[in-house]
C-alpha cells in the first residue's frame, strides 16, 4: 500500500511521510530518527546540526528574490506516540508504520499513524527539498521528545536560531490557527503494599477493560471518554467485599487516554455468585452509560487460575479509595476563551504488581497556576493514601498574543484562499512553542496543520484532502512572510 500513498497529491508531502514512517521513531528512541534527518539535509548540500540533546537543525538560504523576507524557523517533533490493538502483532522498534488508504483518509494497520507530527516535518522536509517553491531563508527545527516530555524544546539553547518568525506545524484542525496551549507537569505516586496468601476455597477471575477509544489526553479530555483505569477501578471498588486484588495493568503513555486495563483478583468461593452478579450489573450500568461515547466498551471477565498472593484488605481498600478520590478529566474551563479547557489530568497508567504500586497522571493548563493548583490537589490526595509523590516534567504553557503579526498574515491569507475565516483559538494540548519561547523570547510564533483524527490512539488518521489545503496554505504563507525591518 506504500505505492498508494506515494501517489497522493501533493506527491513531495506524502512520499517524504513514507520515507519517514518507514523509520521507528519512538519518544526516547529517536537515534535512527536523528540519523535520517541528517542525512537528508546532508544530501542536499545543506547547513545540518544536531544540538546536544538531539535537535536537528538544517537551513536552506531564500529563494531567488525573497532574500529581503523575515527569516523563518518551520519546525515539528520527530517523535511519535506508540499505541497498538492488542491483536495487534507489531514491532515499534524494528518496523516501519503500515499504512492504507480508508476513503479520504490515511491510517495504520492497528497502530497509530505518526501523523502526529510526521506530516508537519514531511512538509518541512518538502520545502527543504524543493527547487521550485517560493520562501524565505528558512530554519528547519525538527526537536526531539515532544510527546514524553519535550526535553528537545527544553533542550534547545540560545544561538542555534536565528529567525523572526516560527512556524510550529503540530495541530489538528485544518481550520484553525493556533496562538497559545497548555502546559503541563507529570504527576507519579508510589507506594508498597503487603501480601498475602489467596484465601483458602477461592477461585480466580481475570477482569479486562478493552474497546474504549481513548486518544489524546489534552485535545480530547473535554469529550467525555471512558478512562480504562477508572473504569476497573470502579468494578474492582464495588465488588471490595468479594474479591482480592492480585495484579492490576492498566493503560500505557501518559499523553494518551487509558483505552485497556487488566486485572487479576480472587474471589472468595462462598462469595462467587453474589461477585458475578454484582460485576455484571456494574458492567451494564458502565456500558449504558458510555454507549454514545465509547459503543465498543468491553468488560470481559474469564475464569483462570488462582493466583498464589493478594493484597490485604487494608492495602486494597486504600488503592481503591485513592483511585477513586484521584481527579480525572477537566477541572476548569477557560474565563478568556469560550469553550477552552484550561485545566485537566490524566490518569493514565496504574501499576499493581509484586507489593509495588505506581500511578502515573498527566496534570495540564494554560494558566500556570490552575496548572500547580491541581497538582497540589492530586499530590494531597495521593499523600493523604501514604504514597510518595514525584512532580516532573514541568513545561510552561505559550500565551496567546492577539496582536501578532504572523497571526495577521495566516488569517488574511486564509480568507483569501478558501473565502472563510479561520478559528484563531488555543488549545489543551502541549506544543512547543511555549517552551522555545524562553529562549527565545522575540520570535512570532503560531501553529497550524492538517487535519488528523485519533491522535495517540490506534485510530489515527489524516485526512487527504486536508493535507492537500494545509499544503496550500503553507506555501502561500511562504510566499507571503514580511519584509525584514
Keep these: 500500500m506504500s505505492k498508494d500513498i506515494r501517489a497522493l497529491e501533493p506527491t513531495a508531502l506524502w512520499n517524504n511521510f513514507a520515507d ?44 531567488k528574490g525573497m532574500e529581503t523576507r523575515k527569516t523563518v524557523v518551520m519546525q515539528s517533533h520527530l517523535d511519535m506516540v506508540h499505541q497498538k490493538n492488542t491483536d495487534t502483532n507489531f514491532d515499534f522498534d524494528t518496523e516501519g508504520i503500515k499504512m492504507i488508504i480508508d476513503g479520504d483518509w490515511v491510517k495504520a494497520e492497528g497502530t ?140 500505557s503513555l501518559r499523553n494518551a487516554i487509558p483505552r485497556e486495563s487488566f486485572a487479576i483478583v480472587s474471589v472468595y468461593e462462598s462469595k462467587k455468585d453474589a461477585f458475578l452478579k454484582k460485576i455484571k450489573k456494574v458492567t451494564k450500568e458502565i456500558k449504558t452509560e458510555f454507549k454514545t461515547v465509547d459503543p465498543n466498551l468491553e468488560i470481559t471477565l474469564s475464569k483462570i487460575k488462582t493466583p498464589e498472593r493478594v493484597m490485604t484488605v487494608i492495602s486494597q481498600t486504600t488503592l481503591l479509595n485513592t483511585l477513586y478520590a484521584a481527579h480525572n478529566g477537566v477541572y476548569r474551563m477557560s474565563n ?39 497538582a497540589n490537589a492530586l499530590k494531597a490526595t495521593f499523600e493523604l493514601a501514604g504514597y510518595t509523590v514525584t ?61 488528523i483524527q485519533g491522535a495517540h490512539s490506534p485510530d489515527e488518521r489524516a485526512n487527504i484532502k486536508s493535507t492537500q489545503k494545509f499544503w496550500k496554505f503553507l506555501l502561500t504563507i511562504l510566499e507571503n512572510i514580511p519584509f525584514k525591518n
Design 20 to 63: 519517514l514512517n518507514a523509520v521507528p521513531r519512538g519518544s526516547k528512541k529517536e537515534e535512527r530518527v536523528i540519523e535520517f534527518m541528517v542525512d537528508f539535509g546532508k544530501k542536499l548540500n545543506l547547513e545540518t546540526v544536531v544540538d546536544p540533546v538531539g535537535n536537528v537543525i538544517i537551513k536552506k538560504p531564500a529563494s
Design 336 to 374: 478568556d476563551m469560550e469553550g477552552l479547557v484550561e485545566t485537566s489530568n490524566n490518569i493514565a497508567r496504574v501499576i499493581v504488581k509484586d507489593e509495588d504500586i505506581k500511578i502515573m497522571c498527566l496534570t495540564r493548563s494554560s494558566v500556570e497556576t490552575s496548572k500547580f493548583d491541581l
Design 391 to 451: 512532580m516532573s516534567g514541568s513545561y510552561p504553557g505559550w500565551k496567546p498574543n492577539v496582536n501578532s503579526p504572523i497571526l495577521k498574515v495566516l488569517t488574511d491569507t486564509y480568507e483569501k484562499l478558501f473565502d472563510s475565516k479561520a478559528d484563531v483559538v488555543a488549545c489543551h494540548a502541549g506544543l512547543e512553542c511555549g517552551i522555545l519561547g524562553t529562549n527565545y523570547p522575540e520570535m512570532d510564533m503560531i501553529s497550524f496543520g492538517p487535519t
Design 112 to 251: 497509530t499513524l505518526g501523523a502526529d507530527n510526521g506530516l508537519g516535518v514531511a512538509a518541512i522536509m518538502s520545502v527543504l527539498a524543493s527547487t521550485n517553491i517560493q520562501h524565505p531563508t528558512i530554519e528547519a527545527l525538527f526537536t526531539i521528545d515532544e510527546e514524553t516530555g519535550m526535553t528537545g524544546a527544553k533542550g534547545l539553547e540560545e544561538g542555534y536560531l536565528n529567525g523572526e518568525i516560527l512556524l510550529n506545524l503540530d495541530t489538528e484542525e485544518d481550520d484553525e490557527i493556533d496562538i497559545g496551549c497548555a502546559g503541563g507537569i507529570d504527576i507519579t505516586a508510589e507506594n508498597t503494599y503487603n501480601e498475602v496468601h489467596s484465601p483458602s476455597n477461592s477461585v480466580g477471575y481475570s477482569i479486562s477493560v478493552t474497546g474504549l477509544n481513548g486518544g489524546h489526553s489534552g485535545m480530547d479530555i473535554h469529550k467525555g471518554l471512558g478512562n480504562a483505569n477508572k473504569i476497573m477501578n470502579r468494578l474492582l471498588y464495588e465488588t471490595l467485599d468479594f474479591s482480592r486484588i492480585s495484579e492490576i495493568n492498566g493503560g
